[in-house]
């Protein structure tokens, strides 16, 4: 079974600064695909970047980049510029294909503090 | 496109009792997903729903439950409540491809908030 670890509880990061989330997973998939996912305090959850497993360059999305690796298993979120309102629970998540469907399965997440 | 809505946002219930609670999905997706969220163990996958069919289930009891309509809605239900049974439940709909494009992006819905006492 696949499993994804975020070992990092809690992170922060002067505002305008850059801070790294870390990620591994394990899986025997040969393809598939790696998210992060944001829930602000009492708000919906919102995809904020994804990556194809087959692909080779890194996903970017504005500030957000990933540093997949896909050899070590390991997805980890870049944010550049941060900003008040990137202050959230940020989870890693892997799509499995197990069964008939699919799943995702999510770390524990890492809880993203932004100082003024 | 509207997004993911869930109902009812809150819910006190008693142990015991059951509960029914609803998702309706992006229009278009005919993918359903429900998750669990509690701060002890975090996110854990329910079970997944395409075309009224469930397609995939986690590891949970059979108190937990849930069915798809025609119209992609679904609902999930939790019969003899437990104390544990207290969490964020969240709904996730995609187009629920299994290879390929962005179909397997899920996008989630608000939660429902269920208190059992």
């Known amino acids: 079974a696949q499993t994804v670890t975020q070992s990092q509880p809690e992170m922060s990061v002067q505002e305008a600064e850059t801070v790294t989330l870390s990620c591994t997973y394990d899986t025997s998939e040969s393809d598939y695909y790696l998210f992060w996912y944001k829930q602000p305090p009492s708000r919906q959850m919102i995809l904020v970047i994804r990556?194809?497993?087959?692909?080779?360059q890194n996903a970017t999305e504005n500030r957000f980049s990933v540093n997949f690796q896909k050899a070590a298993k390991s997805f980890s979120l870049k944010i550049s510029d941060s900003q008040l309102g990137d202050a959230a629970m940020y989870f890693c998540a892997y799509r499995s294909q197990e069964g008939q469907g699919f799943s995702f399965i999510f770390g524990k997440g890492t809880r993203l503090l932004v100082k003024p | 496109k509207a997004g993911v809505t869930q109902t009812p946002r809150y819910l006190i219930k008693t142990r015991g009792q059951q509960v029914t609670l609803s998702c309706s999905p992006i229009?278009?997706?005919?993918?359903v997903s429900w998750y669990q969220q509690t701060p002890g163990q975090g996110l854990q996958f329910l079970f997944e729903?395409?075309?009224?069919?469930?397609?995939n289930k986690g590891n949970f009891p059979g108190r937990f439950s849930g069915r798809q309509f025609s119209n992609s809605r679904s609902e999930m239900n939790v019969s003899t409540l437990e104390l544990g049974d207290s969490a964020l439940y969240l709904c996730?709909?995609?187009?629920?491809?299994?290879?390929?494009?962005?179909?397997?992006?899920?996008?989630f819905g608000p939660g429902t908030r269920l208190l059992v006492l």
């Open positions: 990556q194809e497993a087959y692909k080779q």
């Open positions: 729903y395409f075309s009224e069919t469930q397609r």
């Open positions: 996730a709909s995609s187009l629920g491809l299994l290879a390929g494009g962005s179909g397997e992006t899920q996008y």
């Open positions: 229009s278009g997706h005919r993918s």
